[in-house]
Each structure stands twice: as structure tokens, then as C-alpha cells.
């Protein structure tokens, strides 16, 4: 099944509408590679005519079926993404300087995975995420510019 054929399951497993403005916020999800901001989103989405409290809505939704996850960027932003089985399992790469959030697709033998299964755990797991935070390559050039070293 693909992955505009699952959305529009979970919607109706969750009793919801299938509206072409939750259509679009979701295709949109789907097209981008970094999380977006409520503001990014709509901008992307203004063209289709979407009005602020109905993204908003929409977005809160979402969330509370479990089709996108909220994150808090370095800059105190709330930025959105998809969940699996909408997006493929990723963990994510924080630049403190400059804010972005870069996704790291991870396979399933790597530490992380290898380490949450050898876990005892209380319950079922969903999903779980994983955070690597440092200075993107794009800011490291731009210090080393700004302090006379030529790259």
C-alpha cells in the first residue's frame, strides 16, 4: 500500500475527514527533507489558499494520531516531519550554530537499534528518536572565513 493510501487509513481508522487541505499538508510533508515550521508550511501552502487556523488545526491533528512529530529546533522553533510508516526511520543532525535540523536515515543494525532491542522495556515501542548535535560544515566555513582562514 502506498503511503498516501495508509494516511488516508489512519485518518479513517481515527474516524476523520479526508480533506484536500489534509491532503496537502501531508503531500507537502512528503515532498520536503527537513522538518518545516508553521510559518514555512504555510508559506509553501499559500498558493492553495490555506488559511492559518485551519494549518493549525490540521497540524494539531496530526500530531494526535500520530502521522507528524513535533520537534524543537535550536532556536526554540517548533518544526514538523513525518513519522514512519509516512517517512522512512531517520534520527536527526542539530547544527547549534545555525538552527537547522538535517535528517540521518539510519539502518537497522545500527547502535541505536541494536541497543533499543537488547532493552527491557514496560511497554510497546512506536518509535524512538535519536539527536546528534553540533556545527554544520556551512557554519564551519563561514567561522573560518570570518576569522581570515581560507578553505
Known amino acids: 500500500m502506498n503511503r498516501e493510501a495508509v494516511f488516508v487509513d489512519v485518518l479513517k481508522q481515527n474516524r476523520l475527514r479526508v480533506t484536500k487541505e489534509r491532503l496537502e499538508v501531508f503531500r507537502l510533508l512528503g515532498r520536503v527533507d527537513s522538518p518545516l515550521t508553521r510559518s514555512e508550511l504555510l508559506g509553501n501552502l499559500k498558493h492553495f489558499g490555506m488559511h492559518p487556523p485551519t494549518l493549525y488545526r490540521t497540524i494539531e491533528l496530526f500530531v494526535s494520531v500520530g502521522i507528524i512529530q513535533s520537534l524543537s529546533s535550536i532556536s526554540g522553533e517548533v518544526v514538523y516531519e513525518l513519522l514512519p510508516p509516512f517517512a522512512p526511520h531517520h534520527h536527526h543532525y542539530r ?38 548535535f553540533g556545527t554544520c560544515f556551512k557554519c564551519l566555513r563561514e567561522r573560518n572565513l570570518s576569522e581570515g582562514e581560507v578553505s
Open 95 to 132: 547544527c547549534m550554530n545555525c538552527g537547522l535540523t538535517f535528517p540521518l536515515e539510519v539502518s537497522d543494525d545500527a547502535p541505536e537499534e541494536v541497543a533499543l532491542r537488547s532493552l527491557t522495556l514496560p511497554g510497546a515501542v512506536v518509535y524512538h528518536q535519536v539527536d546528534i
